[in-house]
C-alpha cells in the first residue's frame, strides 16, 4: 500500500517512556510500574504496555492510507481514513490485557515459553473511534448479522506489520461477524487513544479494539478486513493464545484440539507493593486492579493479609470518590477495570493476597500450578506479596 512501509529491522522504532520495564527488546515488548498503574483510572498512553511482535510500520502518508474491505458480495470496497472519521465518533473506556500478563509468575511452578511480563501487561484507555458495526453496515452488512449472503462468519484483521511467527507476513486475527456487527459490543476502529491521535506504538492510524477480551485480538496498523467462512488461519490464531491442561507439554501437544482464546477471564493483582518488601509501619493500603472479561463487572475484591486464611473486602471504584457498582443501570464502564483499595494492619511479617470475583460469580483460582501451561497464558492465580514490617511498634 502506498504511503506505507512494514521495515523488516528496528532503525525506526519510536522514542520510549524511560520507566518502562523492557522484557524484549526486538520486538519492543515493555510494561510500566506496578505503581504507575494505580496512580490513575486512566493509563497514560507512554506508561501504557506495548506488546509487539514486529518492528513498529511507518505510516508517513495519511492522504493515501486506506483500508480495504474484502469478501464482499460485490467489489472490494477500499476505506480512507477521511470516510472512517466521516461516521459517528464513539469514545469508549475499555482495558486491554494481554493474555501473557503475569506470565513470569506462571514459570516458577514449571519453566514456559514466552516473553516474561509481571502484572503490568494491561492498562485502561479511552478508545476513540468508529463501531465496526457501522463501518460494516457502510459497506453493506446489516447490524447484528450472524451470516453473510455468501457464507461469511468471521471478520478478519490484517496488519501492515511483519512477524517473523508468520514467515515475514502481516499479524492477523479474527472475531466473529456475530460479534462485529453488533454495535452493543462496542467493537471499534479506533484512531485516538485518551483523547489524542493513536501513536505509533498503538497502531497509527488505525486499530481493531476489541473489549472484553484478550489484547491478542486488538489487532494494530490495520490494513484489510476480510469477510471469511471460517476463522482466521493466522499463527496467533492457530499456534498461540490457546490454554491446554498442565498434562500437555511440547511433545504431545496438538494445536487443532483446542479454541483460540477470546473472553479474558476474572483477574486481580496487587500494584502498592512490590513481591517483596519491607514498609515502616503495619497500618498500609492495598491497591490495585480487577477486571474481568466479556464485559462482566467486578463484583467484590477480597484482601487477605495472612496468606489466604481469612479476608476483608476491598473498596473499588473507577471515578474517583465515586463506590463502583456493576449493575447495568449505573453509569459504570463496563469494558474498563476496577481499581480497589484496602486498609490493614499487618503483623511483623505478612503475605497479602488478593483475589477477585466477577458479576457471574467467576473466582480466581488459588494457586497457579492447577492452570499451568505451556505457552504460560492467562495466569489469573490469586496474587500474593511478602511484607515484613522493619519497626517493632507493633
Ligand atoms: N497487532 C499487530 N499488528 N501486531 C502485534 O504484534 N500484538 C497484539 C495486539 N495487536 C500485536 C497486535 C497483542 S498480543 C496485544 S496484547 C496487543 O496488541 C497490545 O497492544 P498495545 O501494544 O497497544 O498495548
Known amino acids: 500500500m502506498p504511503g506505507i512501509r512494514g521495515p523488516s529491522e528496528y532503525s525506526q522504532e519510536p522514542p520510549r517512556h524511560p520507566c518502562l520495564k523492557i522484557n524484549s527488546k526486538e520486538p519492543f515488548n515493555a510494561e510500566p510500574p506496578r505503581a504507575?498503574?494505580?496512580?490513575s483510572y486512566v493509563t497514560p498512553?507512554?506508561?501504557?504496555?506495548?506488546?509487539?511482535?514486529?518492528?513498529?510500520?511507518?505510516?508517513?502518508?495519511?492522504?493515501?492510507?486506506?483500508?480495504?474491505?474484502?469478501?464482499?458480495?460485490?467489489?472490494?470496497?477500499?476505506?480512507?481514513?477521511?470516510?472512517?472519521?466521516?461516521?459517528?465518533?464513539?469514545?469508549?473506556?475499555?482495558?486491554?490485557?494481554?493474555a501473557g500478563n503475569r506470565r513470569t509468575a506462571m514459570s516458577s511452578t514449571k519453566q514456559v515459553r514466552g516473553v516474561g511480563w509481571d502484572i503490568a501487561a494491561l492498562g485502561n484507555?479511552?478508545?476513540?473511534?468508529?463501531?465496526?458495526?457501522?463501518?460494516?453496515?457502510?459497506?453493506?452488512?446489516?447490524?447484528?448479522?450472524?451470516?453473510?449472503?455468501?457464507?461469511?462468519?468471521?471478520?478478519?484483521?490484517?496488519?501492515?506489520?511483519?512477524?517473523?511467527?508468520?514467515?515475514?507476513?502481516?499479524?492477523?486475527?479474527?472475531?466473529?461477524?456475530?460479534?462485529?456487527?453488533?454495535?452493543?459490543?462496542?467493537?471499534?476502529?479506533?484512531?485516538?487513544?485518551?483523547?489524542?491521535?493513536?501513536?505509533?506504538?498503538?497502531?497509527?492510524?488505525?486499530?481493531?479494539?476489541?473489549?472484553?477480551?484478550?489484547?491478542?485480538?486488538?489487532?494494530?496498523?490495520?490494513?484489510?478486513?476480510?469477510?471469511?467462512?471460517?476463522?482466521?488461519?493466522?499463527?496467533?490464531?492457530?499456534?498461540?493464545?490457546?490454554?491446554?491442561?498442565?498434562?500437555v507439554n511440547w511433545d504431545n501437544i496438538d494445536w487443532s484440539t483446542r479454541r483460540p482464546q477470546m473472553d479474558f477471564p476474572v483477574q486481580c493483582a496487587i500494584c502498592s507493593l512490590e513481591d517483596e518488601n519491607i514498609v515502616p509501619t503495619s497500618k498500609i493500603t492495598v491497591q490495585g486492579y480487577a477486571a474481568s472479561g466479556g464485559g462482566r463487572g467486578i463484583e467484590r475484591v477480597d484482601v487477605s493479609i495472612d496468606g489466604g486464611k481469612t479476608w476483608v473486602e476491598a473498596s473499588r471504584y473507577q471515578k474517583p470518590g465515586v463506590p463502583y457498582t456493576?449493575?447495568?443501570?449505573?453509569?459504570?464502564?463496563?469494558?474498563?477495570?476496577?481499581?480497589?483499595?484496602?486498609?490493614?494492619?499487618?503483623p511483623k511479617n505478612a503475605v497479602i493476597v488478593a483475589k477477585a470475583v466477577d458479576t457471574a460469580a467467576n473466582v480466581q483460582?488459588?494457586?497457579?500450578?492447577?492452570?499451568?501451561?505451556?505457552?504460560?497464558?492467562?495466569?489469573?492465580?490469586?496474587?500474593?506479596?511478602?511484607?515484613?514490617?522493619?519497626?517493632?511498634?507493633?
Open 45 to 98: 498512553v507512554d506508561l501504557f504496555y506495548k506488546r509487539n511482535h514486529g518492528p513498529i510500520p511507518v505510516v508517513d502518508d495519511l492522504e493515501r492510507y486506506c483500508v480495504s474491505i474484502t469478501g464482499l458480495q460485490g467489489a472490494e470496497k477500499t476505506l480512507s481514513m477521511k470516510d472512517i472519521w466521516n461516521l459517528p465518533k464513539y469514545t469508549i473506556a475499555a482495558t486491554l490485557q494481554c
Open 125 to 247: 484507555a479511552v478508545w476513540g473511534g468508529a463501531k465496526l458495526a457501522d463501518v460494516l453496515q457502510l459497506v453493506g452488512i446489516p447490524y447484528n448479522s450472524r451470516v453473510t449472503p455468501s457464507g461469511g462468519k468471521h471478520v478478519e484483521f490484517v496488519s501492515i506489520d511483519k512477524c517473523k511467527e508468520e514467515n515475514g507476513g502481516p499479524y492477523k486475527a479474527s472475531i466473529t461477524l456475530s460479534q462485529a456487527t453488533n454495535p452493543e459490543a462496542d467493537v471499534l476502529l479506533a484512531y485516538e487513544m485518551n483523547g489524542e491521535t493513536l501513536n505509533r506504538d498503538h497502531g497509527y492510524p488505525l486499530r481493531g479494539i476489541v473489549p472484553g477480551v484478550i489484547g491478542a485480538r486488538s489487532v494494530k496498523w490495520l490494513d484489510s478486513i476480510n469477510i471469511i467462512a471460517e476463522e482466521c488461519q493466522g499463527f496467533f490464531m492457530q499456534k498461540d493464545y490457546k490454554t491446554f491442561p498442565p498434562s
Open 36 to 39: 504507575a498503574l494505580v496512580s
Open 365 to 394: 483460582p488459588e494457586n497457579v500450578e492447577t492452570i499451568w501451561n505451556l505457552r504460560g497464558i492467562l495466569n489469573t492465580s490469586w496474587h500474593r506479596v511478602n511484607v515484613k514490617v522493619s519497626h517493632s511498634n507493633l
Open 326 to 346: 456493576a449493575d447495568d443501570e449505573s453509569n459504570s464502564d463496563k469494558w474498563a477495570w476496577v481499581l480497589f483499595e484496602a486498609e490493614v494492619n499487618i
